[in-house]
């Protein structure tokens, strides 16, 4: 069974640190590698038989906010055989102390060096931390390439979004879980309980998970290229491996595992709250969004069960918000019922709501005036497109009128803030579009000044405009797209920011644009092939780490490697797909359809909406998982 850790058996276990005091003091907010945290799981080594390392490649703060590892963290620690602990990116300071004194790097519960673990598992979120996974594995003493892996070391596992496009990274994993997982890790975990026993070798084991559906291991797969670069084939290396690996999917929400005591940080995390999953997938259908598509269908949590798991995880954790987590907290069919059961529980506890992913409309504005004295902050509108006519394009299915109307009611109650997020660089993009993006702004600064009389403004309204440049994912209807060179994503933003200052409203506008280098690069690791991991090993080997982190991101560091490597990153990037090619991320059965993509970016190509899947199935293939929205009455 589980115990969680007691300040008592913090003090006891003072001496067993990994990090002596003298470096603890040296180092910047040492809380991050201590450990025994309230709710963290202390097990008895002796007792188990799989010893499991979960790590976020990213600083302690944000590993800590990241419900998937709370999920597993939760699921793997309910077994009697299992121990999973947890691990986070030192931060430079800590990292150059522990390659000068050679000290392994540690899970945070036993302080034990990760090289003694039976695997570590990885959660990818997003492309900008491939170096950091080097470091993980570097300071954790294990070869950086699988290749050269003996079975002295950890089972290196890698899971998450960016697993749907593994082979950029596929050199340094053993294997890749495809999907979510709580659904075949049991079944990977006996499997290995099994091997062990039987003192199989990691090969063996190797091959045998990979007969596990959703379990991909790149050394058993091949590559061939053509003379041009693309892809010729991508075969297993015997008849026994699967010839795709399909994603794994949670279908009954409700009775699935969630943790009721999540562990609660010593110093303040990124989100620093309880999280509510209320629902995953999305029935909307953006051509742009990877997570709307690979996360179909939608599958919603009972009510009854919500309520409970709401008030257990209050009451086990003592913070002070909660917040629903979905990608359309607004299409979560109980919303009403789920938001007035947490006004008054959270009302009579004083714990505050949070309430992300909400249409802005006249219930969520109501809603909002509830839940919070948040007047005085911002409302955020995210259409992603200034004009009706890319809107359309992107399928994000809001009008101009629907977006005006959002703002003006919310000016009515008495808020003065809105933020707008934009995409810049979308598919079939022209001057008028980036320039419909500040006339946007002043048509909203415009609402607010013809319907808020003067005695009841409170000030200027601020309009905030933030774009960031559009990287085509995988597994998306636009996975087609070319992008652009920095300089012209560049070009793109003074196009908007020129036109924000021609406007009649410009002292209400604040405009930010994102870095472009940061988005090419992002698009070469997010649509790379197994080439890519050499450069990806050459920037470690050359420093590069938080690249995430833009006071460490060095974009020379990375020209410099593909230089050194042979790759033309232009490759990846600034041409528009042929529909016959094959993508290194082809032999992933998400559910939804290659033939479903091409229709929908042929209907981008046309400017063709397309219906949400609540009002029409489009037949994009996630049926055949038998659940969700699809079977919806």
Known sequence: MQNFCTQNERIKEMTKLALSDEILMKIDKPARYIGNELNSVCKNKGEVSIRFAMCFPDVYEIGMSHLGIQILYDMFNKRDDVWCERVYSPWPDLHKIMKEENI?????ESQEPVKNMDFLGITIQYEMCYTNILQILDLSQIPLLAADRDDTVPIVIGGGPCTYNPEP???????????EGEVVYDRMLDLYQEMKRAGR???EFLHEAAKIPGIYVPSLYQVEYKEDGTIASFTAVDEEIPATVTKQLVMDMTDAVYP???VVPFIKATQDRVVLEIQRGCIRGCRFCQAGMVYR????????????????MIEATGYEEISLSSLSSSDYSSLEELVNFLIDECRERRVNISLPSLRIDAFSLDVMSKVQDIKKSSLTFAPEAGSQRLRDVINKGLTEEVILNGAQMAFEGGWNKVKFYFMLGLPTETEADMR??????????ARYYDTVPKEKR??????TISTSFFVPKPFTPFQWARMYPPEDYIGRAKVVNDTVKEQLNKKSIKYNWHEADVTVLEGVLARGDRKIGQAILKVYEKGGIFDAWSEYFDYQRWLDAFAECGIDPDFYTMRERSMDEIFPWDFIDTGVTKEFLKREWNNAMKETVTPNCRMRCSGCGVKKFGGGVCYEN
Request: proline content about 6%; aromatic content about 10%; some cysteine.
């Open 201 to 203: 070798s990691r090969r």
């Open 169 to 179: 990274i596929a050199d340094f994993f053993d294997l890749f879980y495809m999907g």
């Open 458 to 463: 409170n000030g200027r309204c601020q309009i």
């Open 104 to 108: 392994p790097l540690f899970c945070l």
């Open 297 to 312: 269908p939608v599958r919603e949590k009972n009510i009854e069960r919500l309520k409970a798991l709401a008030t257990q």
């Open 260 to 262: 009721e005591k999540p």
């Open 436 to 445: 419909a993006i500040a006339e946007l702004a002043n048509e909203t600064a």
